[in-house]
């Protein structure tokens, strides 16, 4: 049969077009728009070209929000991954405990991201939440609220609380596929403890754990309510995220160049992160 | 290597065992000789892999004792018992090359490298795999994964015994009969203590001195491949060995002679089983003549196989298969005669009386 060669098969992708374009294109065109333009209100504008950027860019306030928000996501990963892992071996492989072990993982998971943040606004206070009272009682003068390095600790304990079940759960389902021949091969074969985990459950895991690092790289470094929340962003700026600042930029302080600028700088580093690890990902399936 | 005995061992996988149906395995009780190479034979699901994983310490066994060298080791760890155990399935370390496969087994137990180099390499060219070395195991094919397997196996020199669960299951054949042979040959040269479970009974009678045939949980004989076919001690044995398998038919004794409807045979020598229910003739197709004179068979089938011909009669209705040889003729009006050197009597199942 001769083939047709036209250009109607257009028309079939023009509704998902016209849908992205909404949702996604004509949004980011408006931010796009104000980040190179001035306003003195009266809704008036000025041509700014790349000033906002270069400012942004070169900003002190910019480049420790980026840092912290960098460091928030190194700290987190370095303490979620490895206890992830380490939840996921010891958790049963069959019998009562594994529904047990699977819903009580889930828990955290189901929880709105506000309401983590309130239910560790109140744990952590030293009148009345019960972590805040305990290190308190144990002479430890805890307060969230005006140390920072308190306020950090209380940020990662609450995420750590909130996301490493994602990981074990991620863990374990590759832990699972494992079939017992494995373990016995390994037991006939000598196979310490260690090597048991390096040679037979870290291959099996490792795709997983490169989707957890994902995952978590990219919620950790785009975290807003649960900060939020807990700290609004303090004491001083030591916990305010780049996401955080934003907000604080585009709503608190209505600077709507500077404020749109960032944003698509943040949005170009997600962008960027996002397609370095697809391509370790494909990379490393492509090894396979 | 080391004499191993099994000691009145039952196992049974459920937690609460109450009659003998809860037991994978029944009960075994039977010494493996120093050096000796068993085939253990068996149907799927019989009980053969549990009674390796018992002998290597995978498995602890509900009751019994396993002795090595007259040792008792039943409470011994896998490592400890120093065992090779060869999986159906291949088993494979994915990110390490080949080579690092077969020295993985010597370098958990601290072997000098510059042996592991030695043993692995050789072990290599037998399994024919040494241009494969350096390269990672992840992208190999099945069967050689599976002489990966085995390659493990057969790289510890020193071990008590190798169990080989149905090793060759998914290698090509003409690559199952040269590794078998080299199996044979490493024997003869380390005289280990071989055991090597299959369900294919050529394999299981080229390969062992002595063939252990399991059936249900129990092992009902053990003995020469020519033992088996000759005298098999169960009807199961007689079943399953030989092709097709014995002729198993109802009978009545009386004196010194069988009856199968209204035919008599006179028996070798004379049974008085002890109240059994149910008795039982079996005799192989080989030793049955089939002619002119004897009891009149109706001929159901005549399948020509090459070297023979397998005719299957009837005997009133009785269904029995007679081997006959290529030149030979089946008269019109045939008639059958059993060679009273192939007359086996079973008394509920087992072998109570024959030549
Ligand atoms: N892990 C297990 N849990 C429960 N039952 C099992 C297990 N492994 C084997 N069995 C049962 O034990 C019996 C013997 O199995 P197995 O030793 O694997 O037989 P074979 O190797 O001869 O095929 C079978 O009835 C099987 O269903
Ligand atoms: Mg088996």
Redo the contacts between chains.
Sequence with gaps: MEKTWNNKAWFMVLPVLLLVAFSAVIPLMTVVNYSVQDTFGNNQFFWAGTEWFTEMLTSERFHSALGRNLFFSFIILLIEIPLGIVIALNMPRKGWGVPVCLVLMALPLLIPWNVVGTIWQVFGRVDIGLLGHTLERLGINYNYVQNPMHAWFTVIIMDVWHWTSLVVLLCYAGLVSIPD??Y??A??????RW?VFR??QL?KMNRVLLIAVLLRFMDSFMIYTEPFVVTGGGPGNSTTFLSIDLVKMAVGQFDLGPAAAMSLIYFLIILLMSWVFYTVMTNYDAE? | MARIDLNHIRHAYGPNPKSDKDYALREVHHSWEDGGAYALLGPSGCGKTTLLNIISGLIHPSHGQLLFNGQDVTNLSTQERNIAQVFQFPVIYDTMTVYDNLAFPLRNRGVAESEIDVKVRETLEMIDLASWSGKKARGLTADQKQKISLGRGLVRSDVNAILFDEPLTVIDPHMKWVLRSQLKQLHQRFGYTMVYVTHDQTEALTFAQKVVVMYDGEIVQIGTPEELFERPKHTFVGYFIGSPGMNVMPVKLAGGTAQIGGHQIQLPTPVTPADAKKIELGIRPEYIRIGRSGMPVKIAKVEDIGRHKIVRTRLENQDIAVIVGEGEDIPADPHITFDPKGINIYADSWRVGGN
């Design positions: 021949a494995f016995q091969a037991k006939i074969d000598g196979a310490s090597a040679y037979i291959p396979r």
